[in-house]
């Protein structure tokens, strides 16, 4: 069942809007992306917020274009 509050095992992160070239990047492990990914991560254990044995699941989303009409 899903709920609307936020789990207490649940981390999200934010990073804001991305271009092709840096989503592509993550998606092979690398680039600025995976690099703020692993930084917030590591800064969350350090803090003892996440367990040292974390495994990160993330998930790409881009909004969907709208019609392209005048007003869509």
Request: glycine letters at 12%; a positive charge; charged letters at 25%.
């Given at each position: 069942?899903?709920?609307?509050?936020?789990?207490?095992?649940?981390?999200?992160l934010d990073f804001?809007?991305?271009?092709?070239?840096?989503?592509?990047?993550?998606?092979?492990?690398?680039?600025?992306?995976?690099?703020?990914?692993?930084?917030?991560?590591?800064?969350?254990?350090?803090?003892?917020?996440?367990?040292?044995?974390?495994?990160?699941?993330?998930?790409?989303?881009?909004?969907?274009?709208?019609?392209?009409?005048?007003?869509?």
């Amino acid at each position: 069942m899903v709920t609307s509050q936020q789990q207490a095992n649940t981390i999200i992160l934010d990073f804001g809007s991305a271009d092709s070239d840096d989503i592509k990047d993550l998606r092979y492990g690398e680039g600025k992306i995976f690099k703020k990914i692993a930084k917030s991560i590591a800064q969350l254990q350090e803090a003892g917020e996440i367990g040292e044995n974390v495994q990160p699941v993330i998930a790409i989303i881009r909004k969907k274009k709208s019609g392209g009409g005048l007003l869509g």
